[in-house]
């Protein structure tokens, strides 16, 4: 019941565990987001030497497709351009996907993943509608398979609550960003909205590096945006790593700050023992 349950709640998935048979979605915060997430989606393809089919807008040019390593084998990246003009609909771009997918020839592959921004049919007057039935279709083309892998990306601020309702009930994956780190003691995943990471598990003197290497990887693109670091699911911290944290923003040198957010009542007791208002750049969320 499990298994069944979950193609209707979009099971979460990190995009490296994507496999056949998955019809998945990514609602993007952003277009750093999408680019983050579906650069992984291309790059673990073609190294794997899958066949990849991007349904790009024909005046992208070679940006359309993010993630693309120098080394991808010739023949595994097809750039299907679709013309969203003359009334050209949902039905037609998913059309166009499985067109070059099955022209891939999937036996010759291990999979054939297809991936395309289908944000521009929600907003179409009456498009939501045709887009949910196209949905269901291809839903009962790509979940039998055994190596087609599909990806819907859409604008989650372009989709209001029932839309948002309506495609996670078409899709029984959701696609999440790779974790930056994971092992059985801590796991570092990128957040976008707010810009950021969110840590679950245990920070102890063995886990810094890697800490300070994600958090140096989002800081360097974060520009003078404020950086969150989500705390809720984060059991233990050691005094090395805030200390690590209070370096890391006194380095952005007047750029915005280094935010805690969901600090436990523990971890507030430790910070208020290394005095953490003293500490230049960090602050903890919801405290003045």
């Not at 990806?151 to 696609?175: E, K, S």
């Not at 800490?211 to 989500?230: C, K, N, P």
């Not at 059991?235 to 923003?249: P, R, S, V, Y």
Request: aromatic fraction near 6%.
């Amino acid at each position: 019941m499990g298994e069944a349950m979950d193609r209707y709640c979009s099971y979460p998935r990190p995009v490296r565990d994507l496999r056949p048979g998955d019809h998945a979605w990514l609602a993007y915060a952003n277009e750093e987001e999408r680019r983050h997430v579906m650069a992984g989606f291309v790059r673990d393809g073609l190294r794997s030497g899958e066949k990849v089919v991007y349904l790009a807008d024909p005046d992208a040019g070679a940006d359309a497709v993010p993630g693309l390593p120098c080394e991808h084998a010739d023949g595994l990246l097809s750039v299907v351009p679709f013309d969203r003009g003359g009334g050209a609909g949902p039905e037609a771009a998913l059309e166009a996907l499985a067109a070059e997918a099955a022209r891939a020839g999937p036996e010759r592959y291990r999979a054939v993943r297809v991936t395309a921004d289908l944000t521009w049919a929600v907003r179409r007057p009456g498009g939501l509608a045709t887009l949910l039935d196209r949905e269901r279709e291809w839903d009962r083309l790509v979940a039998p398979s055994v190596r087609l892998i599909a990806v819907c990306q859409f604008d989650r601020r372009a989709c209001d609550a029932a839309a948002l309702a309506g495609l996670r009930a078409c899709h029984g994956v959701r696609v999440d960003p790779n974790p930056e780190f994971e092992d059985s003691v801590l796991k570092i995943v990128r957040t976008f909205q707010p810009t950021g990471l969110s840590l679950r598990g245990e920070l102890d003197a063995s886990r810094h590096t890697v800490l300070d290497e994600a958090l140096s990887t989002v800081l360097s693109g974060a520009g003078g945006r404020e950086v969150h670091l989500d705390l809720a699911g984060l059991g233990f911290i050691d005094l090395g790593a805030i200390n690590l944290l209070a370096d890391a923003a006194a380095r952005r040198r007047g750029a915005g700050p280094l935010v805690l957010d969901s600090v436990s009542p523990q971890l507030r007791t430790v910070m208020d023992t290394v005095g953490w208002s003293m500490l230049p750049g960090l602050r903890v969320a919801g405290v003045d």
